[in-house]
């Protein structure tokens, strides 16, 4: 049996669409895909390599940055205690005000809570400290004078109780009892580093 030219024609014809529609469907189709995927791929890496590349043109920079971050981070480490315990800081204030001439330290107390000393960090957190204590006008001068140099202790309370003996000698001798309150910044090393 011989297949007419019309049967012969219809057949190319459709072997020919069937030829195309599969070469289109799983050939052409998944290559363009795939391309697609690729230059996405090549575009991210290339970004990617030029982050790289403008890093290591500024890594001199960045470990200059590092090492003056370390030198603050070292100044402030000075300045401000790290993580000490209450008793420290009651022997730092007792010390603070015998150097300041006060006759005795009557009571010294340190809060067991930690307040954060600001809110936009986690770095510093601040302990109250109430001290009374029995001296004159001078060593409350004096302990004024020595805490204007430091950057961790701060007086947010003072009161006196004066003797009614004379008003002349106000200056010198007539304070008795004398209530302080402080606020002493402790650097909270874990805080810092955000852990």
Excluded: H, W
């Excluded at 011989?2 to 020919?16: C, G, H, N």
């Excluded at 007086?155 to 302080?180: A, G, K, M, W």
């Amino acid at each position: 049996m011989r297949l007419s030219k019309r049967e012969r024609v219809l057949i190319f014809t459709a072997a020919v669409t069937v030829t195309a529609y599969i070469t289109m469907q799983f050939i052409i189709f998944p290559m363009y895909n795939l391309t697609g995927v690729l230059s996405e791929e090549y575009d991210a890496l290339a970004m990617e390599m030029r982050r790289t590349e403008i890093k290591l043109d500024n890594e001199p920079g960045i470990i200059l940055s590092r090492m003056k971050a370390e030198e603050k981070f070292n100044i402030i480490n000075i300045s401000y205690p790290v993580n000490i315990s209450n008793e420290k800081i009651s022997g730092i204030l007792t010390e603070l005000c015998r150097e300041s001439g006060f006759n005795s330290i009557l009571s010294l107390s340190v809060s067991p809570q930690k307040r954060p000393a600001d809110e936009d960090t986690g770095a510093f957190y601040e302990v109250e400290v109430t001290a009374s204590l029995n001296g004159d006008y001078n060593s409350v001068r004096n302990l004024i004078s020595v805490l204007g140099q430091t950057d961790n202790i701060k007086i947010s309370r003072l009161s006196l109780s004066v003797r009614p003996e004379s008003d002349y000698e106000f200056y010198s001798s007539n304070i008795s009892n004398i209530t302080v309150s402080f606020e002493f910044t402790v650097m909270d090393f874990s805080g810092f580093f955000g852990v």
